[in-house]
């Protein structure tokens, strides 16, 4: 469960790089800041879920 939860978490790192890069062009391309954005929110609900499937587990 751990080597997942550090997973999301890198994934989620990684896409936040990927949004601040994206967003200093100068000519932003709003599909594809929308989708890293849905990207991350996604990750950061399944960072929740193993969080809270870590906690239930002990």
């Known amino acids: 469960m751990m080597k997942k939860l550090i997973a999301l978490k890198a994934k989620h790192r990684s896409l936040e790089l990927a949004l601040r890069s994206l967003v200093s062009r100068p ?32």
């Open 27 to 58: 000519h932003v391309n709003d599909y594809e800041i929308q989708e890293l954005k849905k990207q991350k929110l996604q990750i950061k609900e399944a960072i929740h879920r193993t969080n809270k499937e870590a906690q239930t587990a002990y």
